[in-house]
């Protein structure tokens, strides 16, 4: 049973011509430590003679496994019950979050020995109710070190370390893990210093204590103070060494560890991927490639974070010609890579290549974990195939609420609001917990479908029902859908809601009230809107522009040169505009202004004649109304990528 072969442990109960107590407990033990909770009470229910022992291992086993009726009516038919039965009462109410039940069983207990009182104290310390804590504490008549650091810690935890080093002080006997407590109460306090002095004086030391030591002092920036404290550590390991040069790097100092990570004699291939990891985090990328390309053995989690890493650092090209690499050389590819992966594909987008991702993770048997498919749903629907995307999200045997923001936001992304609200209310049927970014997708939705009533409702649904505080966001999105519409007077009332609810307004949303000005030609709003974005984006062409097409909409043209001639002050220049596109396997980028791509000539060419046919096709429908897009003289640049 403990190696956890419960089909060999069955055959040699079932063949035991004789069997005694002892036996029939070891069984129903053993089935609780397996989770085969059902033959547990299955068998203790043929029991004909229980014993105490039966009766607590079958009532700390359904507390384990949640079943606290079942456990209840097992207690209650007891007719002995020793102080063992009652803690497993006391541990199993705490186990699963009913405190005050657990309280009221301690109150009624007979009979209560250190370990109850341990039980409760740490309880109500855990569900955050310290002042009753105390006084149980106080009320204890033995105690042990088990009561005394509890109570230490949680004092700590608080930040009443003064009350805390009282108790310190006041206990008879001290072990290791209660002078632990004290000092790692200090650190969390901010008083490194003194915790310092209470290490240098402990009368004994384990790893734990070096290590939280050091912790604290790279905490608070003294890290040659930490590295000399880790050299005098009498044992040192690679797993030690990880976690302080993990420290290191998470509190921002990625240079300094990796000079020690240099001299230091402890690396492995969990120390390298820290190191790599560090450099990803900050944007330096080359010296992670370095040490990445240094490594004489790389594990999964090595290429994973360097995949990831990479895709975070805008490079998702480059992290898939890794990911390429690893298929062809390196370990097998788990769930994280095919996720890190597939949002590549998502953010490129590629759908090519995304669906060769598809192919190979459901040849490598990922294709029913949550997380994979998710970014399967998401990469369909970012790449613009939303028939693929509704497919695989069909084909899900589990589905999350992540599942159902990528399906609900896809089809919002796309326009379709009609499938896109159908599928929030399939998502609340599922009984699964929307939260804020499914209301992100329904308002986007609404928004781009122009549902205003549609719009207001599922804001008020959000705040009133679900409990859903707004964001910038949700916010957005109102104003975006109220503007759309015209109603220029209500989205205004929106942004003041925003300021009442302490929103500094962001460009986003003042980015969303132009473009409803810009269509509504309201520039009175529109000047207002412009303005207060350009105060944090003094460089965004594209509001000058939108400013300047105003005026002259409305015959500014005086307001309209000064807009143009305050962009030439500032030297801001427009963006040239950008498209790509996929064929055979390469994608290519293209930038309006420039000629240098190899087949600049033939493109130019059909575009011309595209151009021609569109406008032969307009003078026969006489639609002598409808603007043409000219093709830019000075052409267009590519360049191709092969992912193949």
């Known amino acids: 049973m403990r190696d956890g072969s419960v089909e060999e442990a069955q055959k040699l109960f079932d063949k035991m011509p004789h069997r005694n107590t002892v036996t029939w407990n070891a069984m129903i033990r053993g089935y609780f430590q397996n989770r085969h909770v059902q033959d547990a009470v299955y068998l203790f229910n043929r029991m004909t003679d229980h014993d105490v022992f039966s009766y607590n291992t079958v009532i700390a086993g359904l507390m384990q496994c949640g079943d606290v009726d079942g456990a209840r009516k097992v207690f209650d038919g007891m007719n002995f019950t020793d102080v063992v039965t009652w803690n497993s009462m006391v541990s199993g109410y705490i186990r699963n979050g009913m405190i005050g039940e657990a309280v009221q069983v301690f109150d009624g207990m007979?009979?209560?020995?250190?370990?109850?009182?341990?039980?409760?104290?740490?309880?109500?310390?855990?569900?955050?109710?310290?002042?009753?804590?105390?006084?149980?504490?106080?009320?204890?008549?033995?105690?042990?070190?088990?009561?005394?650091?509890?109570?230490?810690?949680?004092?700590?935890?608080?930040?009443?370390?003064?009350?805390?080093?009282?108790?310190?002080?006041?206990?008879?006997?001290?072990?290791?893990?209660?002078?632990?407590?004290?000092?790692?109460?200090?650190?969390?306090?901010?008083?490194?210093?003194?915790?310092?002095?209470?290490?240098?004086?402990?009368?004994?030391?384990?790893?734990?204590?070096?290590?939280?030591?050091?912790?604290?002092?790279?905490?608070?920036?003294?890290?040659?103070?930490?590295?000399?404290?880790?050299?005098?550590?009498?044992?040192?390991?690679?797993?030690?060494?990880?976690?302080?040069?993990?420290?290191?790097?998470?509190?921002?100092?990625?240079?300094?560890?990796?000079?020690?990570?240099?001299?230091?004699?402890?690396?492995?291939?969990?120390?390298?991927?820290?190191?790599?990891?560090?450099?990803?985090?900050?944007?330096?990328?080359?010296?992670?490639?370095?040490?990445?390309?240094?490594?004489?053995?790389?594990?999964?989690?090595?290429?994973?974070?360097?995949?990831?890493?990479?895709?975070?650092?805008?490079?998702?090209?480059?992290?898939?010609?890794?990911?390429?690499?690893?298929?062809?050389?390196?370990?097998?590819?788990?769930?994280?890579?095919f996720t890190s992966v597939l949002t590549i594909c998502s953010d490129l987008p590629t759908l090519q290549l995304g669906r060769q991702t598809h192919a190979l993770s459901v040849k490598s048997g990922f294709d029913n974990i949550i997380a994979v498919s998710n970014a399967m749903v998401t990469m369909y629907a970012r790449c613009g195939n939303m028939d693929l995307a509704l497919l695989e999200f069909s084909s899900m045997q589990n589905r999350d609420v992540i599942s159902w923001n990528s399906i609900i936001c896809g089809f919002a992304h796309h326009g379709n609001a009609e499938v896109a609200l159908e599928m929030f209310e399939q998502m609340r049927s599922a009984d699964v917990q929307p939260n804020h970014i499914t209301f992100v997708g329904v308002l986007s939705a609404c928004s781009h479908a122009g549902l205003v009533d549609e719009g207001r409702y599922y804001f008020d649904m959000m705040k009133c029902k679900y409990f859903v505080q707004p964001t910038i966001e949700h916010y957005t999105c109102i104003v975006d859908l109220l503007g759309r519409y015209g109603l220029i007077d209500e989205a205004i009332s929106f942004l003041d809601q925003m300021r009442a609810h302490g929103f500094e307004i962001p460009a986003s949303v003042w980015g969303a009230l132009l473009g409803a000005c810009r269509i509504h030609k309201n520039v009175e709003v529109g000047e207002i809107a412009g303005e207060r974005i350009l105060d944090v984006e003094p460089g965004n062409s594209g509001v000058y522009l939108i400013l300047a097409e105003m005026y002259l909409a409305s015959g500014r043209r005086e307001d309209a040169g000064r807009i143009w001639a305050r962009m030439k002050e500032k030297g801001v220049k427009k963006q040239p505009g950008c498209s790509w596109i996929e064929v055979n396997s390469i994608g290519y980028v293209f930038l309006s202004g420039d000629k240098s791509h190899p087949k600049f000539r033939r493109i130019h060419f059909v575009l011309g004649l595209l151009h021609t046919e569109i406008e032969a096709e307009i003078s026969k429908s006489n639609a002598a109304s409808f603007q043409l897009v000219q093709v830019p003289p000075d052409g267009f640049y590519g360049r191709g990528i092969d992912f193949s």
């Open 110 to 337: 007979p009979l209560k020995d250190v370990v109850s009182w341990n039980l409760v104290v740490g309880g109500l310390v855990n569900n955050e109710e310290l002042d009753l804590a105390e006084k149980y504490f106080k009320r204890m008549i033995v105690r042990d070190l088990a009561s005394w650091t509890i109570m230490i810690s949680a004092f700590s935890s608080v930040g009443r370390v003064v009350e805390a080093r009282e108790l310190f002080d006041e206990m008879p006997v001290r072990d290791v893990q209660a002078w632990n407590a004290m000092m790692v109460g200090y650190i969390e306090n901010g008083y490194v210093e003194i915790a310092e002095g209470l290490l240098h004086k402990m009368p004994k030391r384990d790893l734990d204590s070096w290590a939280q030591m050091v912790n604290g002092l790279v905490r608070i920036e003294r890290v040659n103070d930490a590295m000399k404290l880790f050299m005098e550590m009498p044992e040192k390991c690679p797993k030690t060494w990880n976690s302080i040069l993990l420290k290191l790097i998470r509190n921002g100092f990625t240079r300094e560890a990796h000079a020690v990570f240099e001299k230091n004699p402890y690396k492995n291939v969990v120390s390298w991927t820290n190191m790599i990891v560090g450099y990803l985090g900050t944007g330096e990328v080359g010296s992670a490639i370095e040490l990445f390309e240094s490594m004489e053995t790389r594990d999964t989690a090595t290429w994973n974070a360097t995949i990831f890493g990479l895709s975070e650092n805008d490079l998702g090209e480059e992290g898939l010609k890794l990911f390429i690499r690893m298929k062809e050389s390196g370990p097998s590819p788990d769930k994280s890579t």
